[in-house]
């Protein structure tokens, strides 16, 4: 119960934030606060459990067919990361309050932070692969709306764009190996997959699954060569910029590594890859945060460093070495995220991150100051910090590793100088910023902030002392349960000291601490004269490569686009019916699919004539296209009316029911935006003719074509010989067993298929909302003014509106008396009820019932007109599209409640007084859903056709004059 509240409770509040005014500043701190505050109260009460069991476990049923279970799993690895996931959402929501501007949306940020804190958490405590597959990409949608918080800069736009496309591909690589494994295992469930190590590692598919994980990881936490998006991601709010960047999103990366170091390990393939780019981004990041001119630029690319330091740990294959990686990532954590803290006061007070200008604040923000100095020297690795220690542990890692002389005398020498770099940033960032002659030209005069908003610094400024003084003491007894999380029994023995006496890694650090001073000493000169220019790479613009790519891509894009695509809508459809037959006919190829001996039913003579009458309609339909458009549409609903025959002949009532209602709605509302089709363009003689008459062959081909093959699919399907293990023998003999109707093809819709159901309801909402959008931008010609219905004389000028709006209709044409369709509305009501009720049993069903409802609407408009739609302010059909999808995803749901999986069929049987014994059954709650949809997409249909004829009304009102301007 505790995981999952733990895993709801920042889902809950970022509800609850999102839902605040935007001047609720102070509540949505409060509310954010308090979230991380129960998360951490929670995570710290089952530490007891989890020191004892080693994992506490919760399984919910998901998808128990394909073994599936929403499963939060909580190890000591598990324990570590929530805690500092929520501690640190507690400190950032604190410093978040006095950042952020009262211009700000403050709940806004507040409710993506705890959207993010609820994901990342959800990738911490996640028991299987699919699962952690889904809150791996909701951080990165989530960060993506955090890091373009400040929607009005151009910055930060671009990179929230840049982080979600390298981080979402990096996604989709981590679900294609999590797939891979899943089908090695025959499981999801992580302590299968766990127990199934070696059989991955021997596996001919290893170095596919390895290069996939690879990219996941690396591009989550912003390693070689996917490391730019992260110095371009600090136009985010500072905030962000100490939660995501420093303590949690990029270590989302280095944290699967290492949760999947037991599987993985061990092999070169991993050495070479995760090694490799850790130490590439070691030295690169930390070469280029030496001369960075912004001050979150350094933190920028010292973070790229200390998590490739962190990645090189992890692919030594040593367990001494993850454990150094793991501690380096609790150290990590608490200095880079004060240092972002303090740069962020520097910002906020002085109004500039530019180590340029700044200078001297020492003296107007002492306390700031001091806690910035305690931070970066704990990033440098200096004595009595806890960066020190893991610095210690690192070097002794490299000193210690076996393998060619390169890796022997190589990774010590990379480990020296890109902790001698380290220095020199750190120092850099320390002695520009708070030493030095005191700056007067900024745009704020510096002092230090509230002391509330000093408060997180602080006191992640404690833990590094205290952790650096008392390593054993703080950090010991932690660190040995999260690494049985990790190895379990195979936990190496280790040692958190400060003093190991004099040896090789404590000569590593002096070197590196003297060569780091040397450094900052030798390129303060040229600091003055090119801030910002780092040599030999200060060509290689990640942001500018990333740009370009995704410019060639559109430029590529829009010549497929141009060789492909035209503004007419035939040579559209003609590729896309190309591509659909060429995709069918590709399992044909294997031949075995023509039935050999079928069964053949007695032909009836009245069924053939009846389709030789559709089969002229149909012809004749395309013929009078070219003269008659309403004659063509009216032979059209003939053959749909005839298919509805045919489906009721061959024994498919509920098909014929559906065919009926759609030709009829679907005829209304062709009929209704006939009139804005443009006029057909007059055949030409000479060549263009000619070019007419081969389009006209080649469609007509074509068509022969793709009808030639439906028919033969039809007739396969229905001559095959029925088998006993086949679907539709299962659906028949199970819809009353297991879905509790007899109406077979309305238990597959609702019940056996309703995923697939709700997907397509989906889609219709979709595209109703679509064309709605699309008909109130469209202006129709200038020749549909004409196309009213009056009497004209032979000669004479034309009628004014008013006249034409009173002129009588054509003779031959029945008027209906309208008291007479409004009659059939509350008939068509019940009609649709009833259908709607008798579905599950029945012929019937809330589609077929939705769309007679929707055919009595249609006819209450075709006799009220435009006046009757807009008379009644009460038909909101977004309000019904809207409503209709939140029933059936309630009744997909609710069964939750009753312990069964998603979109079951919950039975409920009760017996009432007067009425009897009534039968009830949570499909029809879904049934309604489906029913307040197609009610809803045919009056938004119905409407913006409508739109468009009150706008032709009004030009015909106006007076004489307007109308003729």
Known sequence: ??????????????????????????????????????????????????????????????????????TLRMDGYAWLFAIIVSAMGALIALYAHYYLSRQDPVPRFFAFLLSFMGAMLGVVLAGNLIQLLVFWELTSLSSFMLIGYWQHRVDARRGARMALLITGGGGFCLLASMLIIGHIVGSYDFDAVLASAQAIREHHWYPILLVLLALGALTKSAQFPFHFWLPNAMAAPTPVSAYLHSATMVKAGVFLLARFWPIFSGTDWWTYLIGGAGLCSLLLGAYAATFQRDMKGVLAYSTISHLGLITLLLGMNSRLALVAAVFHMINHATFKASLFMAAGIVDHESGTRDLVRLSGLRHLMPLTATLAMVSAAAMAGVPLLNGFISKEMFFAETVFISGHWFTRWG??????????????????????????????????????????????????????????????????????????????????HFDLQLWHGFNLPLLMSFIALFAGIAIYLALRERDRRKPGQAPLIYRLDGRQSFESALEALDSGAIGLLHWLQTQRLQPQALLLILCTLGVALLPLLAGGWWPVAARQTPL??????????????????????????????????????????????????????TQLAVEVVTTVLILLGLRWLPKRIEEFPGPTRSRTLWRRWRDFIVAVAGGTGLAALAYVMMTRPASHDSISRFFVQQAWPLGGGANVVNVILVDFRAFDTFGEITVLAIVALSVYALLRRFRPPA???????????????????????????????????????????????????????????????????????????????????????????????????????????????????????????????????????????????????????????????????????????????????????
């Open 1 to 70: 119960m505790l995981l999952t509240l733990i895993l709801a409770i920042p889902f809950a509040g970022s509800l609850g934030a999102a839902l605040l005014p935007a001047t609720a500043r102070r509540a949505g701190a409060w509310i954010a606060g308090g979230c991380a505050l129960a998360c951490l109260m929670l995570t710290l009460a089952l530490t007891a459990e989890v020191a004892s069991q080693g994992v506490v476990k919760l399984a919910i049923p998901w998808i128990p067919a394909q073994g599936v279970d929403i």
């Open 411 to 492: 990774l010590p020498a990379a480990a020296v100088i890109a902790g001698a770099f380290s220095v020199s940033y750190s120092l850099r960032l320390i002695m520009q910023v708070f030493f030095g002659p005191r700056a007067y030209h900024l745009p704020r005069t510096p002092h230090d902030p509230a002391r509330m908003m000093l408060i997180p610094c602080t006191i992640l400024v404690i833990i590094c002392l205290a952790v650096g003084i008392f390593p054993g003491l703080t950090l010991g007894p932690i660190l040995d349960m999260v690494m049985r999380g990790l190895l379990g029994p195979r936990t190496p």
């Open 604 to 657: 009836q003579w009245s069924f053939a004539l009846m389709w030789l009458a559709g089969g002229a309609c149909a012809v004749a339909a395309a013929y009078q296209a070219k003269y008659h458009r309403t004659a063509s549409l009216m032979l059209a609903g003939a053959v749909g009316l005839i298919t509805g025959i045919t489906f009721a002949w061959l024994s498919a009532p509920d098909l014929a029911l």
């Open 783 to 965: 020749e549909a003014l004409i196309v009213l219905p009056y009497q004209r004389a032979a000669s004479g000028p034309a009628p004014d509106a008013e006249a034409r709006l009173q002129a009588p209709l054509p003779e031959g044409l029945l008027r209906i008396p309208a008291v007479l369709v409004r009659l059939l509305l509350p008939v068509s009501t019940l009609i649709s009820l009833y259908f709607l009720l008798r579905g599950h049993n029945l012929p019937g069903g809330g589609f077929v019932g939705g769309l007679v409802m929707a055919t009595g609407i249609l006819l209450q408009y075709m006799v009220g007109g435009i006046l009757w739609v807009e008379a009644r302010p009460l038909i909101r059909p977004q309000i019904w599209i809207g409503l209709g999808l939140l029933v059936a995803g309630t009744a997909a749901m609710a069964v939750w409640w009753a312990g069964q999986p998603l979109l079951s069929a919950y039975t409920l049987d009760l017996v009432l007084p007067l009425i009897g014994a009534l039968h009830l059954s949570s499909v029809l709650l879904f049934d309604i859903g489906v029913y307040m949809l197609v009610v809803g997409a045919t009056m938004l249909f119905l409407i913006a056709l409508a739109h468009q004829s009150l706008r032709f009304h009004r030009k015909l009102t106006e007076p004489a004059d307007g109308l003729e301007a």
